[in-house]
């Protein structure tokens, strides 16, 4: 049973993504209508943006909700943030004097396209689950040389690509890149054979920077959580990433799930980083619990076939938290700005099932996955689809993140000119 | 002899930066008043906003220059640049029935307070020297292993930070940073002590794309280019950079210069790539010549002292051009948008004192220069000064950037959760 409960009856049930308690923030379309803010509720939208105009939810230096993003509501601040939570929990709170009026105000969710909800400012992505980067380190140094020398330091990021942010359901067109095998001279320009996916977190900036900021700091910047799948040219980035890092192999798409779940939402669920192995600077000393218990899982349902779980795994798993990665973006001074979006790097557990991206569930293509219908999966196939899954567990209810999907399209014929 | 005079005197010197064949872009406030763009004429700024709504300045779709950023007349498409180049060509030339009106609208340079000309929306830079990638290679790996495999296929890019980069004349904080020496057990968070410049010409992004685009039409993509100071952390990118490549190391500041130079105003100036060590790839070839003959210099000034020319090279040194570049950053179906930079990377010549990074100067710390007044300079001290200058030559008129400068502020103190 949740803690509250609703008049919007879906929301009561448990096995619900969005109770009464989550309350996640996203941007919808429905009827032909332009994008507009909305919050999901069981299994409708409320839209809050007509709640606004109709006087229904007055917000501090509003209006906040008539831009088809959350970033105006981000900017305001945590006072907002507090204020607007607040306000939407008494709204749809069993017993409220306004369920009548909001009521008409409800679309199904099942009715809305649902579009990004907020626009991205820049992208960072961070690799710090320490399975997922001994997996990646011992396929291609060795089991001894698997963690770079800074990896305990660091929480190690790289500056992504923020127009190649699409949300949940965009189809994801299957790159061309510069490919070089081993045992090839030349490189030549083909679409990518090796393409992936990666099961992320991503934390979204609600406030800006300018400056250093603590780890505390840091964790009070942060808005909310999305998950995200930062698709991968695993055979573009083998040829391209040595010595700047990834770029292209990164940039063809990263897909967010369509709701912000606040932080505010997941304050019950936080749990510590894993005791650490080498002691950190003291700047990355955490104060408290920065992770939080959300179970994750991938799944993958070939073109005409049947969904299969591939993975499941635990945000937990991570040895930096966002707040820390946040904290450590800041040290040369790098302003943050709202709308910055930080990834958390692929989350894998400890076990064979338990591994965030294909290229470690399949160990680099040397032991495929066997799919249901008994078809082998080393990377992904064209008419693929893939979907992330997350939710915290509470007594009787589930902080969730609905669905971040994507189908894999062949790649498009290029012109003469290419190739 | 300037191609065309001008009613505005000083834009007919042989030796101003700003003759009536050039025409940059900028944004300025004088007197108190808010940002707004501007064109620079000489030494003086033809206040285009007031002439815009004035209706001296129409131009299709417009109003486009009330924004106090040049994003607005980039969006609109080539058709309006090239009627906005051919109606300040015709306002400002001698003999112009409209002088007498814009006179009033004329503010000296002297004047003004200058802002970034546009709005940054990505930023991505480049390795693209091979003098460069050569000398760097050559003190990391040894010469022969000096150039990365993937050099002579790729123009190696990675993605920068936007809200890092600042116009000509913010200072620029000394950061703090993980450092570690080679003989050193565990890292330390101290301010960088080996801080560094880069000399590089930063080409902006007028159209968006999506989608792969061959390189013709990345080159008519380019509005215009900037001079960029990628303002570089040495040893925090020694220990940050394996393996995903600099990030808080590049992340402190990059500074343009403050007027865009169209790419109408350098066709007279276009040069080729030079002649290919291995073949590229078809998709990288350029259809015609694709750099610009730009001669640049680096000049240093210690806090209290003369100011030095340290080094001299030339935009034509570079290996791939900003046109391959952007098409490159468009293989994987990365979406392009209007305001995005691209930053060439360091240019470097054959030539010791050609050489566009202290790095590079001092060989590392090996060779330090000797200032006029006698005091060594490896990498950059606090007070120092750095202005980057840069102008095609043409006859009897030169089409210059204006300068590029940051002085160099030292590390603040950081409170004590820190350190």
Redesign the interface.
């Known amino acids: 049973m949740p803690f509250k409960t609703s008049w919007v009856a879906s929301a009561n049930s448990a096995r619900t993504d969005f109770p009464l308690d989550n309350l996640p923030y996203g941007v919808f379309s429905s009827a032909g209508a332009a994008p507009r803010c909305g919050v999901a509720i069981g299994d409708m939208i409320l839209d809050a943006a007509t709640a606004e105009t109709l006087g229904l939810l007055t917000l501090p230096g509003g209006p906040l909700l008539q831009a088809g993003s959350w970033n105006a509501v981000m900017a305001a601040g945590p006072a907002t943030w507090e204020a607007l939570r607040d306000r939407l929990g008494a709204l749809l709170a069993e017993g409220a004097p306004e369920a009548e009026a909001l009521a008409d105000l409800l679309v199904p969710q099942a009715e809305a396209t649902l579009h990004l909800p907020f626009t991205v ?2 992208y960072t992505d961070f ?1 710090a689950s320490k399975n997922h980067a001994m997996n990646v380190g011992t396929m291609f140094r060795g089991p001894e040389n698997a963690l ?3 990896w305990l ?2 929480p ?9 942010v699409v949300v949940s359901g965009t189809d994801v ?1 299957r ?4 490919l ?1 095998g081993p045992n090839d001279d ?4 083909a679409p990518c054979a090796r393409f992936d996916l990666e099961l992320e977190m991503g934390a979204i900036v609600g406030q800006p920077s300018s ?2 900021v ?1 780890v505390a700091e840091a964790d009070q910047m942060i808005f909310g959580y999305v998950l995200l799948n930062d698709w991968s ?1 695993r055979d ?1 980035q083998a ?15 990263t897909t967010i799930s369509p709701w912000i779940v606040t932080r505010a939402a997941l304050e019950p669920f936080r749990t510590a980083t894993p005791e650490r192995e ?1 002691p950190l ?3 990355l ?1 955490e104060p408290g619990p920065m992770l939080y218990d959300i179970a994750l899982e991938v799944s993958l349902t070939p073109e005409g076939g049947a969904e299969t779980v591939i993975a499941r795994t635990n945000y937990d798993q991570m040895y930096y938290s966002a707040a820390q990665q946040l904290c ?2 800041t ?7 709202v709308g ?1 979006l930080l990834g958390s790097g692929t989350i894998s557990g400890t076990t064979k099932d338990s591994r965030g991206s294909l290229l470690e569930l399949s160990w680099g293509g040397k032991e495929p996955l066997t799919l249901p219908d008994g078809t082998p999966r080393s990377f992904l196939e064209d008419g693929d689809t893939l979907t992330l899954r997350g939710a915290a567990q509470g007594d009787g209810y589930r902080i969730g993140f609905g669905a971040c999907t994507g189908k894999v399209l062949p790649a ?1 014929d ?2 003469d ?3």
């Open positions: 400012t820049e690799y770079p020398p800074n330091s660091i190690i990021g790289y500056n992504g690509r923020a127009s190649s067109v790159p061309w890149g510069q070089k030349l490189p030549r320009f400056g250093m603590s040219a573009v040829w391209e990433y040595q010595p700047l890092g990834p770029f292209q192999a990164k940039a063809t798409a080498r600077l003291p700047y000393s450590h973006h040290t040369s001074g790098c302003s943050m700005r910055d498009i290029l012109p000119w290419a190739h």
